[in-house]
Structure formats: structure tokens, C-alpha cells
T-cell receptor, first 115, second 115 residues
Framework: AQSVTQPDIHITVSEGASLELRCNYS??????LFWYVQSPGQGLQLLLKYFSGDTLVQGIKGFEAEFKRSQSSFNLRKPSVHWSDAAEYFC?????????????FGQGTRLTINP | DGGITQSPKYLFRKEGQNVTLSCEQNLNHDAMYWYRQDPGQGLRLIYY???????QKGDIAEGYSVSREKKESFPLTVTSAQKNPTAFYLC??????????????FGDGTRLSIL
């Protein structure tokens, strides 16, 4: 069965600093990988996705992620964070089985931005 | 604009009472999902439906029930058998397709509390 691990429960960075959020997955086949962001009391918004092809994917809000098959990782990065990036971030791996579309989510990483 | 509407935003339940959470989408998506979110545990799948009049149990279906009588609607009932119903509930939808995994789009959630 697929699983996702986000090793960092909480990260604090200063505004303008670079950011990297870690995600490791376990899945036997080629994974479908996603990063979502959640503001307090809100639903999840898709930041980016990886299905195949170029291993560096660009998303919204200046985020990017790199798929590394050898490390089973899909880390999220941003060169310079803004105070509005404070939120919770979820990595997810998907499996399509006979049309079913199931996502397994990591436990999330809460990002705090220092002014 | 297309999207997913969850109502109510806040819901209170008395002991022994069933409550129903509403989820409506106008994205013309075939598949719909219900997740439960608890602090530090990420999202866990309760039920999902790929087409009208069909649904499957997710990882934590005990104490919950759903129906899918219309493509646009996927209500979730939290029954009195669910002993720890206090949580944030998220509804999502996606296109249904072939062998791939499509991104899921989320509503803004319903927070359920026990009186």
C-alpha cells in the first residue's frame, strides 16, 4: 500500500528566506504526486502535481517540486517566502485502480513565517 | 465560478444524534470524496463515490454513511455509532478517468463538535 511521510511537523523560516519541505513516499509503481496547501479553517488548494515527464514541476504561487525516484522523494521548494505563505502543506500520493482515484496524504507540515 | 460548497461551516451534535453534512459541486465531476481531518493526522478517507448510485468505503467508514443520488451531491451522515465525531470534515471531487489520477478539488470544510 502507498504511504507518505512528511518528516517535519513544523518549520519556521524568515520572510525572504528559501524554503524546502520534505516528502517521502512509498509506492510500487510510478507515483502520481501532489502538493496541497491549507490555510486555517479552509479547504486544500492544489499547488502542483507530478504525473510523468520533467522531474522538476512548477506550481502556483512561485512553488516548485522535484521528483527523485532514487530517493522516493518529492520535496517542495520556494526561493523566497512571503508572510502569506504561512499555512499547512500536505504531500499526497495517488493510485488509480480501475478508475478509482484514491489519494494518501502525509501528516502535513505547518509553516510559520518570521517577519 | 465552479466549485464545491460544504454546509454548514460549523455544526454541533448532541450525544446519540445523527447529523448530515452537505456537499454540492458544480464542476461536473464524476467522483466525490469525504475526508476527516484531525490535528497531526493529515486527511483520512471516509467514503468515496465514482459514479451516481455507487460508493465505496474508505479507511475509516465505521460510524458514517453516505448517499449519491445525484452527480452534484454527496451528503455524509455522522451517526450515533461514531464515538469520536469531533473533527474537521472535507469534501472533494475529481474527474474520473482511465489509469491516471486526477487532482482533487476541495470544499472549505465543516467543523463538527459535540455538545
Amino acid at each position: 500500500a502507498q504511504s507518505v511521510t512528511q518528516p517535519d511537523i513544523h518549520i519556521t523560516v524568515s520572510e525572504g528566506a528559501s524554503l524546502e519541505l520534505r516528502c517521502n513516499y512509498s509506492y510500487g509503481a510510478t507515483p502520481y504526486l501532489f502538493w496541497y496547501v491549507q490555510s486555517p479553517g479552509q479547504g486544500l488548494q492544489l499547488l502542483l502535481k507530478y504525473f510523468s515527464g520533467d522531474t522538476l514541476v512548477q506550481g502556483i504561487k512561485g512553488f516548485e517540486a522535484e521528483f527523485k525516484r532514487s530517493q522516493s522523494s518529492f520535496n517542495l521548494r520556494k526561493p523566497s517566502v512571503h508572510w502569506s505563505d504561512a499555512a499547512e502543506y500536505f504531500c499526497a500520493v495517488g493510485a488509480g485502480i480501475q478508475g478509482a482515484q484514491k489519494l494518501v496524504f502525509g501528516q502535513g507540515t505547518r509553516l510559520t513565517i518570521n517577519p | 465560478d465552479g466549485g464545491i460548497t460544504q454546509s454548514p461551516k460549523y455544526l454541533f451534535r448532541k450525544e446519540g444524534q445523527n447529523v448530515t453534512l452537505s456537499c454540492e459541486q458544480n464542476l461536473n465531476h464524476d467522483a466525490m470524496y469525504w475526508y476527516r481531518q484531525d490535528p497531526g493526522q493529515g486527511l483520512r478517507l471516509i467514503y468515496y463515490s465514482q459514479i451516481v448510485n455507487d460508493f465505496q468505503k474508505g479507511d475509516i467508514a465505521e460510524g458514517y454513511s453516505v448517499s449519491r443520488e445525484k452527480k452534484e451531491s454527496f451528503p455524509l451522515t455522522v451517526t450515533s455509532a461514531q464515538k469520536n465525531p469531533t473533527a474537521f470534515y472535507l469534501c472533494a471531487s475529481s474527474m474520473r478517468g482511465g489509469t491516471g489520477v486526477r487532482p482533487q478539488h476541495f470544499g472549505d470544510g465543516t467543523r463538527l463538535s459535540i455538545l
